[in-house]
């Protein structure tokens, strides 16, 4: 693997954000995936929409959007970016066992979209927990991580297995 600097560093050491003001705009995607694990019972509730807060998956997928949204808000050197797509799907999954979340952000832009699909997971996954934590005190949150970008640069690249292996 190529050595790299910090390109988040001045020559001081000091944090700043990367200028990418001479970079060409281009069209990039990025897609990333978590899950949290939680107990036969809670999965049920879920599924059968009897959580006492609401319909968890609706809302968990409408945090993990808003989430992709403010990542600059959240994280402090991102740049804030004019994506123009996010989808997020939350999915039982019986191996976990729990539930899946799975982020596609898009922009048309000079950087890329990683940081917004991980925190539209993270997010996603977050909301899950706190709308079910009276139910489930025994749920984790796990493996969040990308599984690809395109676009820019660094062109494309892919996790080398897509799927969670819990």
Do not use: F
């Amino acid at each position: 693997m190529a050595e790299h600097s910090l390109t988040h560093l001045d020559e001081k050491g000091n944090p700043r954000m990367v200028d990418v003001g001479q970079k060409p705009t281009s069209a990039r995607r990025a897609v990333a995936e978590g899950v949290i694990r939680m107990s036969a019972d809670t999965i049920r509730a879920v599924s059968e929409g009897t959580v006492p807060k609401g319909s968890v998956i609706t809302v968990a997928e409408l945090a993990g959007v808003m989430g992709a949204k403010r990542t600059a808000d959240l994280i402090p050197l991102c740049h804030p970016l004019a994506v123009t797509s996010i989808r997020v799907e939350v999915t039982v999954d019986e191996t976990v066992p729990g539930m899946r979340a799975r982020a596609e952000v898009r922009v048309d832009g000079r950087t890329g979209v990683e940081m917004e699909a991980l925190t539209a997971v993270s997010c996603t996954l977050l909301t899950i927990y706190d709308m079910c934590k009276a139910l489930d005190r025994t749920m984790e949150l796990g493996r969040i991580r990308l599984l690809h970008k395109e676009g820019g640069r660094s062109g494309t690249w892919t996790a080398e297995s897509e799927g969670l292996d819990e």
